[in-house]
C-alpha cells in the first residue's frame, strides 16, 4: 500500500500542531517549587500566616467551583430548550409547508 505523500504530510502537521498547543498551554510546575521551599521552611507567626492564606485561598476556589458548577448546570438546562424550541419549530414548519 503505498501512502500520498499529502496524507504523511497532513499527519505530521497534524503531529507538530498538537505538540505546539501541549507546550503553550501546559503549565509548568517549576515555577511552584520555590514557594513550596519556602513555605516548607518558614517557622512561627511566618509559617502561620502562610497556612492562613492557603486556606483562604482554598476556600476562595470552593466557591468558585459550586459557582461553576452552577452556571455550568444553568447553561445546560438553557440549551436544552433553544435546542427543543428549535426542534419544535422545525417540526411545526414541515407539518404547515404545503405538500406536492
Known sequence: M????????L??????M???????LKSDPTRSYGEVARALSEQGSARDAR????IDALDRRKVNAAG???AGNV??????????GAADRLRIDRMQRPQP
Open 2 to 9: 503505498v501512502v500520498a505523500p499529502v496524507v504523511v504530510g
Open 11 to 16: 499527519l505530521l502537521a497534524a503531529a507538530l
Open 18 to 24: 498538537h505538540a505546539s498547543w501541549n507546550a503553550l
Open 51 to 54: 497556612l492562613a492564606a492557603i
Open 68 to 70: 461553576a458548577e452552577t
Open 75 to 84: 447553561g445546560s438546562v438553557v440549551a436544552a430548550l433553544l435546542g427543543k
